[in-house]
């Protein structure tokens, strides 16, 4: 077999593993998903769960984000920022490998957003510590509205993200549990570990559900038409084709790959203060899309009275 025949037969592969293709990024296609096929296969050959495999994505991500304290030798810098890919191909793998494996679960989503979080957050700490020296503490605050702008923004994107799934695919899994039902199940419980991800998610949820225009009897509503056999090809369709465009705006404003280049690039700059500032301002353009997002979902509602 060619390297050509090779490379379309592991791509092949990669798209098997994807649960919908409507929702993901041309650099995840083609770079994350892509390499991270590979490890998945290496954590299987070796018995690893996609647990262990997101538990070194986190360990290779702080290491990366640490190194970026050090701004001033471009070729640390440099081995952070392979760090820190690293991380997200393996970020990649985590659930290519439980879909490969069978082992995909509520609890295993949870801990891989909340590891991804815990990576950018040693990005922000590496890369704002830096900088102290020159700014004083004054920036410690800055990097904290930025930290602040970019968790609001990642938490909006994976919402309609998601709700793509749950209302085009459409898959029923995808169903985001409103705070109530997650506080049902945080009380039924029983394991403290289990129980304190949930508080997590119970966090994460809240917040997204606070951040969209996307109003609960909305979504009842277009929930009963995407699971109605009668409606649901005509819904689904129409779904697509007015919210897929929107999608590609909130990947490039919102997505962890814009964030993880921006850190990247400034970095080896030497400017991760400048990072931290254009994380802030984007909250404008994510309003902007927001209230787009806003406008779309009552032209679908309109289309279906």
């Known amino acids: 077999m060619g390297l050509k025949e090779a490379v379309g037969k592991h791509y092949s592969e990669v798209l098997s593993t994807i649960k919908m293709l409507d929702i993901e990024e041309r650099f995840d296609l083609y770079f994350s998903r892509f390499f991270g096929l590979f490890f998945a296969k290496a954590g299987r ?13 986190l360990v290779i991500g702080i290491v990366g984000g640490g190194l970026l304290y050090y701004q001033e030798f471009w070729k640390i810098t440099l081995i952070g920022s ?17 879909r490969m494996t069978g082992q995909s679960s509520e609890t295993g989503r949870i801990i891989d957003g909340l590891i991804d979080n815990l990576v950018f957050a040693s990005c922000y700490v590496g890369g704002t510590i830096y900088f102290i020296k020159e700014y004083n503490y004054w920036v410690l605050l800055v990097a904290l509205l ?8 990642s938490a909006l994107y994976e919402f309609y993200k998601t709700e793509y799934l749950y209302f085009a695919g459409p898959f029923e899994s995808a169903r985001i549990a409103y705070p109530e039902e997650i506080k049902a ?17 119970l966090d994460y949820t809240a917040r997204q559900f606070w951040l969209s225009t996307r109003t ?23 779904y697509r084709r007015r919210n897929h465009p929107l999608l590609f705006w909130w990947a490039l404003i919102c997505g962890s790959n814009t964030h993880r280049s921006l850190i990247m690039i400034s970095s080896l700059l030497g ?27 009552s032209e679908l509602e309109r289309e279906f009275l």
């Open 146 to 153: 930025a930290g602040i702008a970019h968790s609001l923004k």
């Open 45 to 57: 050959s070796f018995g690893l769960t996609p647990t262990q495999v997101s538990v070194i994505s």
């Open 82 to 98: 392979l760090f820190i890919t690293i991380a997200g191909v393996l970020d990649s793998a985590d659930g290519q490998l439980a």
């Open 185 to 201: 199940q945080i009380a039924s419980e029983k394991s403290l570990f289990k129980r304190l991800l949930n508080y997590t998610y």
């Open 271 to 297: 400017r991760f203060d400048v990072y931290l500032i254009i994380s802030i301002i984007t909250i404008i353009p994510m309003v902007v899309i927001n209230q787009r997002q806003k406008k779309v979902d």
């Open 216 to 238: 609960r009897e909305l979504r009842d509503r277009f929930g009963a038409l995407a699971y109605d056999k009668k409606t649901q090809h005509d819904f689904t369709t129409s």
